[in-house]
């Protein structure tokens, strides 16, 4: 379709007001592309990034045919990570603002399964979960499927890397048989290619936005010995000294070392694995999103499904084999009308990689000598916030406005001087400027908060 207007599509003229409330206007490709199958109620395939405006696509299409009379699961939203899902669930949640009355369930794991379970029980229109937690509720009896219309499967590559196809195996045979499954996915590797087969009914295949804008994204490679990569990593910070730093290694062991030795040079660093409690990880990304942390290493695994704004590069600590994951690794920099910089390590024996990103790109790829790199300051590559956590969240009725008041009253601060506030049920994190961080702890931990006095730390020493 050549007009990208939401208004060209058949639409609830609450989608459309809300649409127009929003400032979305015109649709993103994968948008364009998709939403007028979804539509029509067709099976799909869709190829494309994070980042692209997936979710509004399949948000829109599932909405379109909500019967909010009916309070039973009409729709199922299945992603790899519980930060996916969060985001998936608010990012729906926004769209159906003027629809009245819909309800909305996560279900992930992370959280007590039987205050999921009692909510099930009083009904709900809409559930986005994790494929564990969501067989776990199938297993138990308390989700029920039967009225189901849509199935998305959303990130379902790596849902699959996860180690998740018997479950959505599983998850698709709760399903009526008729209903309509979308899968979106960035890659389209063979055992997704099993799985569709399996689950969709002669589906459509959208496939946009693939390669990215060289023109917004500066590309280096560096060529190494093996025995230089971790030292290689340093000289990169060193010398363009990004304020946050995603680095990818191909292993979990490899990031482990890559932390040590980083925080050995004096640099902010913590690796994302999934042998951490839901809790550590999520303490992990509100650091590194709030400026508190300067380089998070993951494996493309644990990194799928993060949301990460303003991201000054991604590092490459080994090349993947996969072109199409080398892609969607550099297109979390570069965001919105962000210029990114991706920086990627190669030694003699990944050299046939390389090549093949250069073939797949269809344009020659840039090589720099590492030796061109200088250190751009002599003082250690320090992050400018720290994160205070607070023993107290939404059980204790906290909210924003509690915590930014209480520190640009009692602790002194301006309002500049305080980065994002996370709020979860238990705790509540405050960036902090790093400058005057310790001077306000010494105000505000003495100070109550909604006539309160809570336990408060630091989340690294400094």
Request: aromatic residues 6%; proline residues 4%; hydrophobic residues 40%.
């Amino acid at each position: 379709m050549t007009d990208t207007a939401f208004s060209s599509l058949p639409l609830l003229p609450a989608l459309l007001d809300n649409l127009q409330s929003l400032g979305f206007e015109h649709m993103t490709p994968i948008q364009a592309q998709s939403l007028p199958l979804i539509l029509e109620g067709r099976d799909l395939i869709a190829q494309a990034k994070t980042g692209s405006g997936k979710t509004a696509a399949f948000g829109l299409g599932v909405l379109q045919k909500l019967d909010t009379n009916r309070l039973v699961p009409q729709a199922l939203v299945v992603c790899p990570t519980r930060e996916l899902a969060n985001q998936v669930a608010q990012e729906l949640r926004r769209l159906a603002r003027l629809i009245p009355n819909v309800k909305l369930l996560t279900l992930c794991g992370g959280a007590a399964a039987r205050p999921q379970a009692e909510s099930l029980g009083r009904g709900a229109h809409l559930v986005v979960g994790t494929p564990g937690r969501i067989q776990d509720h199938l297993e138990r009896g308390s989700l029920d499927l039967s009225g189901l219309n849509t199935l998305v499967l959303d990130e379902a590559d790596r849902m699959v890397d996860m180690g998740f196809y018997d479950d959505i195996v599983a998850i698709a045979s709760h399903c009526p048989t008729l209903r309509q499954t979308l899968l979106f996915s960035a890659t389209y590797p063979d055992n997704i290619r099993k799985l569709s087969a399996r689950f969709l009914r002669n589906p459509a295949e959208v496939k946009v936005e693939v390669l990215h804008d060289a023109g917004r994204i500066e590309q280096i490679f560096y060529e190494i010995n093996e025995d230089q990569r971790l030292d290689a990593v340093v000289k990169l910070l060193a010398h363009f000294r990004p304020v946050s730093t995603l680095a990818f290694c191909n292993t979990k062991i490899r990031s482990h070392e890559l932390v040590e030795r980083l925080q050995f040079e004096g640099i902010s660093a913590q690796a994302i694995h999934g042998d951490l409690e839901q809790r550590e990880r999520d303490e992990i990304l509100i650091q590194f999103a709030n400026q508190s942390c300067t380089v998070l290493v993951a494996t493309d695994v644990a990194a799928r499904g993060l949301d990460i704004q303003h991201l000054g590069a991604v590092i490459n600590v080994d090349v993947t084999r996969d072109t199409e994951v080398h892609v969607h690794r550099i297109g979390r920099s570069g965001r919105g009308e962000q210029k990114g910089l991706a920086l990627s390590l190669c030694t003699p024996e990944e050299m046939r990689w390389a090549d093949l990103v250069e073939q797949y790109q269809g344009a020659p790829l840039k090589w720099a000598d590492l030796k061109s790199l200088r250190p751009q300051s002599d003082g250690a590559l320090r992050t400018p916030m720290v994160t205070l956590c607070i023993q107290g969240g939404k059980k204790d009725k906290l909210r924003p406005g509690d915590l930014l008041g209480a520190l640009t009253g009692d602790g002194g601060l301006t309002f500049e001087q305080v980065g994002k506030i996370n709020i979860t049920e238990f705790r509540s994190y405050v960036a902090l400027d790093r400058r005057i961080a310790k001077q306000a702890f010494a105000q505000i931990s003495n100070s109550p908060i909604k006539g309160r006095r809570f336990r408060m730390r630091f989340m690294e020493a400094f």
